[in-house]
């Protein structure tokens, strides 16, 4: 396959919505934990420590130094201070993307990197990208311009369930806008399977219905590579543990080179003849991971 190397793009013009209020520029500060966990109260060296120990002190270092430039330019800053680039393969298709409306959808190996780089790659050329995650990744103020929020937990809390429905809702409004989207399917961190392969769980059914409904030309993407051994092992143990261990895994990737290969645009005709969301999942799925096999 045809590779295409390329430094960081100098940020685009943002179109999305402004930004109304400040970013925030921690991510995490202490009375942020001291609500999550009461223990935390009254002790922040105890907090300051578990920051350091934690990396989330460098990622909110990260944050503060770009969040003044929200949006695409605040992921092309953060790849910028990471010193990270990116390989393509099939590169050529991120030149020629549709005018209009179209989905992309990707694996989801690393983290919130991953939505760093989905709207590093896509927004930089198309800056009306928007991509949909989940309500822990949307604490990234910066990023926040490209983000519609839903609940991936699928919570029984009213208010989670509302910010789904208009999560849902605000997404069916931009594709039919005519503007690009795109989803990380399985809703989580790709994970260890039982035969320890590095693999995102079943893609969502509710993803699926909303590519039936919109029918649109769909791009998969995948992205080489896993997190570390120890996280991988964490997420056996609890997916909390692993979310602690998640912003240390993206200082593991500094000076970093990712590998991304770009599936030709799949048409609506061509997925129509999957009926049910289950089948299209396993079909996006399967044409998703058929790129881990190309050679560099």
């Not at 919505?17 to 935390?40: G, N, R, S």
């Not at 109260?41 to 300051?48: A, D, Q």
């Not at 990396?55 to 503060?64: E, K, M």
């Not at 320890?196 to 039936?212: A, F, G, K, N, S």
């Amino acid at each position: 396959m045809e590779e295409e190397k390329i430094q960081q793009e100098q940020p685009v013009e943002q179109t999305t919505e402004p930004q109304t209020t400040p970013v925030k520029p921690d991510i995490l500060d202490y009375d942020d934990i001291c609500k999550m966990a009461p223990f935390f109260k009254g002790k922040p060296k105890l907090v300051k420590w578990l920051f350091h120990l934690l990396d989330i002190d460098d990622v909110n270092w990260i944050h503060g130094h770009n969040c003044g430039t929200p949006g695409v330019p605040f992921c092309t800053g953060f790849m910028k201070d990471l010193n990270s680039t990116i390989t393509f393969d099939n590169g050529e298709v991120l030149d020629n993307l549709p005018e209009g409306p179209f989905i992309t959808v990707s694996n989801h190996p690393f983290g919130a990197i991953d939505g760093v780089m989905m709207i590093h790659i896509i927004g930089t050329r198309r800056p009306d990208y928007k991509f949909m995650v989940n309500m822990l990744l949307s604490k990234i103020g910066g990023m926040m311009p490209n983000f519609i929020t839903v609940d991936a937990l699928a919570s029984d809390d009213p208010e989670k369930r509302a910010v789904s429905m208009q999560g849902i809702s605000d997404t069916l409004k931009h594709v039919k806008a005519g503007h690009p989207m795109g989803f990380f399917p399985a809703g989580a961190v790709s994970k260890l399977t039982k035969n320890l392969r590095v693999e995102d769980r079943e893609w969502q059914p509710v993803i699926m219905r909303l590519i039936q409904k919109l029918k649109v030309p769909v791009i998969p993407i995948y992205i080489h590579g896993h997190n570390s051994w120890i996280s991988l092992a964490l997420g056996v143990i609890s997916w909390k543990l692993r979310t602690l261990r998640l912003p240390a895994e993206v200082f593991r990737r500094k000076n970093y080179d990712f590998r991304v290969s770009v599936h030709d645009p799949i048409m609506p005709e061509e997925y129509a003849q999957y009926k049910t969301p289950e089948e299209l999942g396993v079909f996006l799925k399967n044409e998703t991971y058929k790129m881990k096999k190309w050679q560099r």
